[in-house]
């Protein structure tokens, strides 16, 4: 059984409500349950969110330690966090993957949200179709299980 970490930042929590024109209606609750229902037998969807830097970084850790492929929208932590992506580089830097999803397109939006200091360690990055994003980074994880 494989264990695929689905880590999201700050303010991702509120999505359903939050800028609904930009994130869509749905929650995490309903991402959840859209990752679950493809999801292949072997894998489990260990879906998490919080505000905190500190949390998302020891997500991270943990990732490392239990070798698990990683599903990541860091949201605004993706413009400015070193923190956040020496961590997400530890995981790559372990041989496993770690996809940067974002629901939006960042690059079609304002300018400070142009730049990622998390894509340069990312394994890749799926960004502007919604949970449609998580959808296609789970799926190529899948793929490239052993
Ligand atoms: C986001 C894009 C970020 O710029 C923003 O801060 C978010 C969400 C996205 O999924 O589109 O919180 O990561």
Redesign the pocket.
């Known amino acids: 059984m494989t264990r695929v970490l689905v880590l999201n930042?700050?303010?991702?929590g509120r999505l359903g409500s939050r800028e609904p024109d930009i994130?869509g209606s749905g929650t995490l609750d309903d991402l959840r349950a859209q990752l679950e229902a493809v999801a292949s037998a072997s894998v489990e969807i260990d879906l998490r969110q919080t505000d905190d830097e500190a949390t998302l970084i020891g997500w991270l850790h943990e990732a490392v330690d239990t070798r698990s492929p990683v599903i990541l929208?860091?949201?605004?932590f993706?413009?400015y966090s070193y923190a956040l992506s020496d961590a997400a580089k530890l995981v790559t830097a372990a041989g496993l993957i770690l996809v940067e999803v974002?629901?939006?397109n960042?690059h079609a939006?304002e300018e400070f949200?142009h730049t990622s200091v998390i894509s340069a360690v990312a394994t890749g990055v799926i960004?502007g179709f919604g949970f449609d994003s998580y959808l296609l980074a789970l799926d190529l994880i899948g793929r490239r299980l052993p």
């Open positions: 930042g700050p303010n991702l994130y929208n860091p949201a605004a993706t413009h974002h629901l939006s960042p939006r949200r960004a």
